[in-house]
């Protein structure tokens, strides 16, 4: 497996894992009649610090699931522009048709 796939593949785990922790953390901060400041440090505390890997949704890339390339990559498909026309052009994709006009 490519390096970076697994990477981003680890990071896309490790943040569906902690979303949920996250946004109840803050649902209950939110309920909790407190200062604005303490709740902010109290969510950091709880659940910033616990973690080694501090990865955020943002991080995210998409890449193609074949080359691992970062740029063009079509969301639909999951594949990067170059990869995409060369299964295309072979036919390997179904309902996909060269167009012409």
Not at 24 to 32: E, V
Not at 58 to 80: E, G, P, W
């Amino acid at each position: 497996m490519h390096k970076l796939i697994k990477k981003d593949y680890n990071k896309r785990t490790f943040i569906f894992k902690e979303e949920k922790k996250k946004l109840l953390i803050k649902f209950i901060l939110y309920i909790i009649k407190i200062n604005k400041k303490l709740k902010n440090k109290i969510f950091y505390k709880s659940f910033i610090s616990n973690n080694n890997n501090n990865y955020y949704k943002s991080q995210i890339k998409n890449r193609c699931i074949f080359t691992a390339r970062s740029r063009s990559v079509l969301s639909n498909y999951k594949l990067s522009r170059l990869t995409f026309r060369l299964l295309a052009s072979n036919g390997l994709l179904n309902g996909i048709q060269k167009s012409s006009w």
